[in-house]
């Protein structure tokens, strides 16, 4: 696992947003296409227009592969994800609990689903992808190589970890490439109900015993510097994002998102009644925003680099499911073929 | 425990832990299409318990959480075969079309029932059943007329599976010792309320046979099997499913959550 993503040259995407780490920014992709060169006229004339892009324009090449790769690893980090909240399934601690945390882990293979069709209008495959996914050579958002480690964690996934996601996500529903914009109209909007159920999770957690109380503050304690690192490091370190916003693909920047989502948690807290792990946070005035500590982003670093808590058991448990379902698969293809074949000798008679 | 809520609590234990066990195979599908559906399949079986459980509680007073959550092995009425061990895919196809069919039956007997909550959610539950069973027909036609490796695994399942579908048409727990009277003429049948199981095995096996016929598929020589869940009395795999289930909840015992 570890030598896969050292290796990497492609840049990371967590969940809708480019960055790397700093070794991998010293050493650019050399083979790939270099913006602009191939620029048609009416690829221009979209994007100056604000119109969407679709799979029949032309395009530059490098723009096909950014939103090839940035799809992917959106669809890549949405059926991980399945895998921290899934951990939870099957001890959900009431029904009515068990009950949405399956449609919510549900709604994340229907969104793996749309962003993988809206990444195939691009000329690639699903099957392509899983691989590249399988072999680490593509990536998925880093935040779902921690542990959720008590039931306050699936709360705090939702309100910190999707609230984040929206966050990153909602420009992209005015993202120049048509297919993907449609498909994060819907995730989105699904998106916002697993926000406010994470919300409620925690909420019910923070009014109830003094042991559900210290669950949901330790949850808040460990996802809220991994949730503030989902917006990449900042501006100045990020060097993708200036292309991708000529683009249209990245509508703000890291720091501009990083600093909405903290303007919008942080009177979510309060009314949680949980504490933020920042004692920097305070609103300044001057500013119209909340202050807050820089993000140390060493952590982070370490994770994209396999160094997280868990980054080899999420990749091995998605290739184990992969290979062990090999055969269903197979089977599902000479089924069909069979079936071709059995139409197409009836028709002849 | 009434005779009714001895039938609701069976119907409602076969649906919850049906679920708990499809559970399982959200995040290791074979494809991502199949995550969607065995959640789906999951979900509804889920919400049947919970429509029946609610029911249960009316009378004994008890929330649907503290029915599925703080009864012990011995009380769960579900037949033997939901509780079974299923992380192969065939074998989850096998259980899956075996139980939705018989559900499809039941459900569809029980929309005329005489309990009005009882016909409600069996009119809900008849629509569900109905593509669950159909789903599953599909993936055994798919496995069994697949490749050799997967006809080969689908009777394999098949094989282990089948004589535990018994415990389905068994009506002996509905007996009234007391009154000594013969399951078929229990005052839930003869006053409509429930449907005897053993009128559902002609239909189910007939559908069953029908699938397995077109599937390329052998029906199993019968064989006899010690299934006892409808009497609380579970294989040893049960007590660590509820012990899964039951943990955080029972750590905690009254918070909400």
Redesign the interface.
């Known amino acids: 696992m570890r030598e896969f993503v050292t290796s990497a040259v492609t840049v990371v995407t967590v969940y809708g947003n480019d960055f790397t780490t700093p070794e991998q920014q010293a050493a650019p992709d050399s083979a790939a296409p270099r913006p602009a060169d191939d620029e048609p006229a009416s690829f221009r004339a979209l994007l100056e227009a604000d119109d969407r892009v679709e799979p029949r324009d032309e395009m530059p090449e490098a723009y096909r592969k950014t939103l090839i790769r940035q799809i992917a690893q959106h669809a890549h980090s949405e059926i991980i994800g399945m895998q921290p909240e899934g951990n939870w399934i099957s001890r959900a601690p009431s029904l009515r609990r068990k009950a949405i945390l399956m449609a919510k882990v549900q709604d994340e293979a229907g969104h793996g689903l749309y962003l993988y069709a809206a990444a195939e209008t691009l000329g690639v495959d699903r099957a392509d992808l899983l691989d590249q996914l399988h072999s680490g050579r593509q990536k998925y958002s880093s935040i779902f190589n921690y542990p959720t480690l008590t039931w306050a964690d699936v709360g705090a996934i939702g309100w910190l970890v999707d609230g984040a996601a929206i966050v990153n996500q909602v420009p992209l529903c005015r993202c120049s490439y048509g297919p993907y914009a449609r498909a994060m109209v819907r995730v989105c909007k699904e998106e916002s109900f697993h926000q406010r159920q994470g919300f409620e999770i925690l909420h019910t957690l923070s009014h109830g015993s003094d042991a559900q109380k210290a669950m949901a503050q330790d949850a808040v304690n460990r996802y809220w510097w991994p949730s503030l690192m989902m917006f990449g490091p900042p501006d100045d370190d990020s060097p993708n994002s200036a292309q991708s916003m000529a683009w249209g693909i990245k509508r703000f920047s890291n720091d501009d998102l990083r600093q909405r989502f903290i303007d919008m948690t942080v009177p979510q807290a309060e009314a949680l009644g949980l504490t933020l792990p920042d004692d920097a946070i305070a609103w300044n005035e001057e500013r119209g925003h909340y202050d807050f500590t820089p993000v140390d982003f060493t952590e982070l670093f370490e994770v994209i680099r396999g160094n997280g808590p868990c980054n080899e058991q999420r990749l091995s448990h998605r290739v184990r499911a992969h290979e062990e379902g090999a055969w269903v698969r197979e089977a599902a293809a000479a089924y069909a073929d069979k079936q071709a074949a059995r139409k197409q000798t009836e028709s002849v008679a | 425990m009434s005779p009714l809520e001895n039938y609701l609590l069976a119907l409602a234990d076969d649906a919850?832990i049906s679920s708990?066990r499809l559970?399982?195979w959200?995040?290791?599908?074979?494809?991502?299409?199949?995550?969607?559906a065995m959640?789906?399949i999951?979900?509804d079986q889920?919400?049947q318990?919970?429509a029946l459980?609610t029911l249960v509680g009316e009378t004994t007073g008890q929330s649907?959480?503290e029915l599925?959550?703080l009864r012990d092995e011995r009380d769960f009425r579900n037949v033997c075969l939901v509780e079974r061990e299923q992380s192969d895919?065939a074998v989850a196809m096998t259980r899956l079309l075996i139980f939705s069919t018989w559900q499809h039956e039941l459900y569809g007997a029980l929309t005329s029932s005489s309990h009005p909550t009882l016909a409600a959610i069996a009119a809900k539950a008849v629509k569900e059943t109905a593509y669950h069973a159909d789903h599953a027909a599909h993936w055994v036609?798919?496995?069994g007329?697949?490749?050799d490796?997967?006809h080969r695994?689908m009777q394999a399942a098949l094989e282990a599976e089948w004589p535990w579908r018994d415990e389905l048409f068994d009506n002996t727990f509905l007996n009234e010792p007391d009154l000594n009277v013969a399951p078929h003429d229990a005052q839930l049948m003869v006053d409509g309320t429930a449907v005897d199981p053993a009128t559902l095995r002609e239909p189910v096996e007939r559908r069953l046979g029908a699938v397995l016929d077109q599937a390329t598929l052998g029906v199993p020589e019968p064989r006899v099997v010690f299934s006892k869940g409808r009497d609380g009395r579970h294989t040893e795999v049960m007590g660590y499913l509820l012990s899964?289930?039951q943990?955080?909840?029972r750590s905690?015992q009254g918070?909400?959550?």
């Open positions: 919850l708990q559970g399982w959200i995040s290791r599908a074979p494809q991502l299409e199949e995550d969607v959640a789906n999951g979900l889920l919400g318990a919970r459980l649907e959480d599925a959550y895919f036609l798919r496995l007329d697949g490749t490796e997967s695994r899964e289930m943990h955080l909840h905690h918070d909400t959550w």
